[in-house]
């Protein structure tokens, strides 16, 4: 009898102390979630979980790209490049029990800033003919934004397939210098940089006599006097 308590109570025990902190039957098991997905240089949140096995656990991420972090299951990292990168999270719990798993981070390019092709120089009132061109390194969809300078806001037209041109027609009202700014952004909200080209629309000028012409014209009896002379001499 007194043998049979003894094991009772370490049965009793072992029970006691392995629901006291936390042991566990089951294997460590964690979860990465994913896909994820986002921008170049955007803030991607990701999601661990980690169960079974001794809490607590450690958390070590690699994202694929050379970086890793350690001890928050719910870490935010961005991507300097576009591409696949292969992520996983491997968790570590109180008895050195390691569990991993894997998934992926897709990064997206944005579009190659636009070329604008038109006039140098116009006419104020009269209307001009310009082209935007973009390739868009994943082969997305494109939105073109412009700005034509005058006041008059940006306009964003699209989407159209990966290098397609498109022409737009602007009209400027006065004279003055003007920079026209064209950005494309893909599907994803992905942005190039601005491109900027400058049309002039200069104003008329008058037409200016020459130094000598002026001395003529405010000294008129000079003027006659060279006249008859150059009668004389056949030279008119």
Same mark, same amino acid.
């Given at each position: ?95 050195? %029990?390691?569990? @991993? *798993?894997? +998934?992926?981070?897709? #990064?997206?390019? /944005?579009? =190659? !800033?636009?070329?604008?092709?038109? $006039? ?68 994803? %909200?992905?942005? @190039? *940089?601005? +491109?900027?080209?400058? #049309?002039?629309? /200069?104003? =008329? !000028?008058?037409?200016?006599?020459? $130094? ?25």
């Amino acid at each position: 009898m007194k043998i049979y308590r003894k094991c009772l109570a370490i049965v009793l025990i072992t029970i006691f102390v392995g629901a006291s902190f936390g042991a566990s039957d089951e294997s460590l098991s964690c979860d990465a979630y994913g896909p994820y997905e986002g921008n170049i240089m955007d803030d991607i949140e990701f999601d661990g979980t980690a169960t079974d096995g001794t809490p607590p656990y450690e958390y070590l991420w690699d994202y694929g790209d050379g970086n890793t972090s350690t001890g928050d299951p719910h870490p935010t990292h961005n991507y300097a490049n576009a591409g696949n990168y292969t992520v996983i999270l491997t968790v570590t719990d109180s008895e050195d %029990d390691t569990a @991993s *798993d894997t +998934t992926w981070a897709y #990064i997206n390019a /944005p579009p =190659n !800033k636009p070329s604008i092709e038109g $006039p140098n120089s116009g006419k104020s009132g009269t209307k001009y003919e310009f082209d935007f061109c973009t390739t868009d390194p994943d082969g997305d969809d494109v939105f073109y934004c412009i700005d034509w300078g005058d006041g008059s806001g940006e306009i964003c037209i699209g989407p159209f397939p990966s290098e397609t041109c498109v022409t737009e027609e602007h009209t400027w009202s006065s004279d003055g210098t003007y920079n026209i700014k064209a950005k494309a952004s893909d599907i994803y %909200d992905a942005e @190039s *940089d601005y +491109t900027i080209k400058s #049309i002039k629309m /200069p104003k =008329n !000028k008058a037409i200016q006599m020459s $130094p000598f012409l002026n001395f003529l014209e405010n000294h008129h009896n000079l003027f006659q006097f060279l006249q008859r002379m150059f009668q004389r001499l056949g030279l008119q």
